[in-house]
């Protein structure tokens, strides 16, 4: 599996709820603030919902 980091870089004052959600799911809480995932389909799913407020990185 590949490995991906996410990071927060962008608030979610603003965000819709799912968006928020989402963020919470993927353990994002404070700007800066990242996680190590597999890539699996459901993480690239959440990531392509919220990909304007995180970086994503292959590691």
């Not at 959600?21 to 800066?32: P, Q, S, V, Y």
């Amino acid at each position: 599996m590949e490995r991906v980091r996410v990071t927060k870089v962008k608030s979610t004052i603003k965000a819709s709820k799912n968006q928020k959600l989402n963020m919470k799911a993927l353990g994002l809480n404070k700007i800066n603030s990242s996680n190590e995932f597999d890539l699996t389909p459901q993480i690239a799913g959440i990531i392509e919902r919220v990909k304007h407020l995180v970086k994503v990185e292959k590691i």
